[in-house]
């Protein structure tokens, strides 16, 4: 049986592609990390699970994925345009914390984040402070033939190369070029800065000396620069939120055609990768997915609330990564029954395996069956339909349950939830600020459950309302089975 193509959905082409590597074997992958000034949203953890599925199924595919994220602890300012201040240097202020502080206490948040969610460690973790010297180099390579400088730093002549701005489809598809900020003294609208001057009287926290001046980096260099160094130009995919389409990635790819003296866009590897892919926004209506907001939906809430994040991670993988995805308790409610279903069934089917005493490779999964896994992930990482066939894999009980073990085996390569690790215990939902005994509910459940096995009901209905009044609701007749929740 002849293996699927595996394609993707380039942004800069908006086409689907056959994936071909650069280096024969290899998939070298880049994706924009987070600017650790605060911790991250859930909408922000969104992009993260998507490049884990795609690293996924590119080792699935069989190729030696080498996947970098960086760390964004300079540079960046409050505006994507080119206006504010840096989003860091602001943060150390209003906190009154050293600003490698909060770069550091951040960081280890969102890493936290990443292992909650079973997202995998990348090759190599990139932090933009570990790389100014290599970010100057850079700047004075490309300075002569593609910049220019004012009173306020070093900028960028997007003139100087061609198709500035077609991965955003800045002006054929939104009739502007984006949110950008005017600068007095630039040539174009779109310049931006490569350098930032440190204002005269003014000392910033994180600064270095540069030909230009006394100042950092603009947001936009270190990922060109991290990129050509850990990964070599050009690389195979980029990956980064929707968000990023408009501005930050044309800015760096206008960056990587000047580093390498290529030409236009029409071939993709002139812009340092071969593909761009974005992830889309999550959006969640009463606008608390801000960071400006002050009270925003991080990952810690969900679990402060009794979820276990892997129902985020399933919520993310039951749509595409190219659609947009609403946030809301009702629908992580759903993801959160989907994924104990799976548990239970899976639970059942270990439990299946054990009587049979047949070994879970005695019943080998056949190239049709492995298919329909292969055919849903290479179709541009429709995860989606990876849930569906598993779950019809499952209800099929004409299949002996050691060739089901092994097709959950292989689902969960792509999916990355847990599922032969998880347990109906872990799935409970038991919020923080509730102060139960779990041990204690379990065996007033068993007394319960054997008084209405023994028809003595005024024990049971008695049972209950002991319950109701520690806020356990009693699941009788859930098909899921789920003996208790919170109320």
Known sequence: ??????????????????FVPVHEGEARVYSCGPTVYNYPHIGNMRAYVFADTLGRALEWRGYKLTHVINITDVGHLTDDGDAGEDKLEQAAAKSEKSIWDIARHYTQAFKSDVRALNIRQPAEWSVATDYIEPMIEFAKGIADKHCYELDSGLYFDVSTVADYGRLARAVTEDGGEGRIDTVAGKRNAADFAIWRKTPAGETRQMEWESPWGRGAPGWHLECSVMGEKLLGFPFDIHTGGIDHREIHHPNEIAQNQAFCGCGGLDEAAHSGAKIWMHNNFLIERSGKMSKSSGEFLRLQLLIDRGYHPLAYRMMCLQAHYRSELEFSWEGLGAALTRLKRLVIQIDKLKAELAASKQPEGSFPLSAQERAMFDEAICGDLNTAVVLTQLETLLAAKKIPAAKRI??????????????????????????????IDEAGIDALIARRQQARANKDFSASDAIRDELAAKRVEVMDGDPLGWEWKLG
């Not at 394609?7 to 689907?16: G, V, Y």
């Not at 969960?412 to 799935?427: K, N, P, Q």
């Open 406 to 435: 092994q097709g959950v085996r292989i689902a969960d390569r792509l999916l990355g939830l847990g599922l032969l690790e998880l347990t109906r215990e872990d799935l409970r939902l038991n919020p923080v600020a509730a102060e």
């Open 1 to 18: 049986m002849t293996a699927p193509t595996f394609t993707l959905f380039n942004s800069l082409t908006r086409a689907l592609e056959p």
